[in-house]
């Protein structure tokens, strides 16, 4: 059974850090390229970031704009989102999938909320 188990959102002020993290069972994760992707109240969900199965390739969304970091570790089956000068808009549930997304996949989320 696939699990993507997100975590590490919270509360956190405009201009902070977080860092999110998804371990994933029940596939086989490292020849899987990973993506993140968030949806904000009233919105679609979006892409926000992915990394190849390797981790040699990276590739952001525009609204990203330098801020955020995506990594992977395969023996550990995780993947993370290093998330820096965090804006309001921001804000919103942080989910976890292979790239390209697969429907029956997708896990909680975590919620991250950018407020002061």
Same mark, same amino acid.
């Given at each position: 059974?696939?699990?993507?188990?997100?975590?590490?959102?919270?509360?956190?002020?405009?201009?902070?850090?977080?860092?999110?993290?998804?371990?994933?069972?029940?596939?086989?994760?490292? +020849?899987?390229?990973? *993506?993140?992707? !968030?949806? $904000?109240?009233?919105? @679609?969900?979006? /892409?926000?970031? %992915?990394? +190849?199965?390797?981790? *040699?390739?990276? !590739?952001? $969304?525009?609204?990203? @704009?330098?801020? /955020?970091?995506? %990594?992977?570790?395969?023996?550990?089956?995780?993947?993370?989102?290093?998330?820096?000068?965090?804006?309001?808009?921001?804000?919103?549930?942080?989910?976890?999938?292979?790239?390209?997304?697969?429907?029956?996949?997708?896990?909680?989320?975590?919620?991250?909320?950018?407020?002061?």
């Amino acid at each position: 059974q696939v699990q993507l188990v997100e975590s590490g959102g919270g509360l956190v002020q405009p201009g902070g850090s977080l860092r999110l993290s998804c371990a994933a069972s029940g596939f086989t994760f490292r +020849t899987n390229n990973m *993506g993140w992707f !968030r949806q $904000a109240p009233g919105k @679609e969900r979006e /892409f926000v970031a %992915s990394i +190849t199965w390797l981790g *040699g390739s990276t !590739r952001y $969304a525009n609204f990203v @704009e330098g801020r /955020f970091t995506i %990594s992977r570790d395969n023996a550990k089956n995780t993947v993370y989102l290093q998330m820096n000068s965090l804006k309001p808009e921001d804000t919103a549930i942080y989910y976890c999938n292979t790239n390209p997304p697969r429907n029956e996949y997708w896990g909680q989320g975590t919620q991250v909320t950018v407020s002061s």
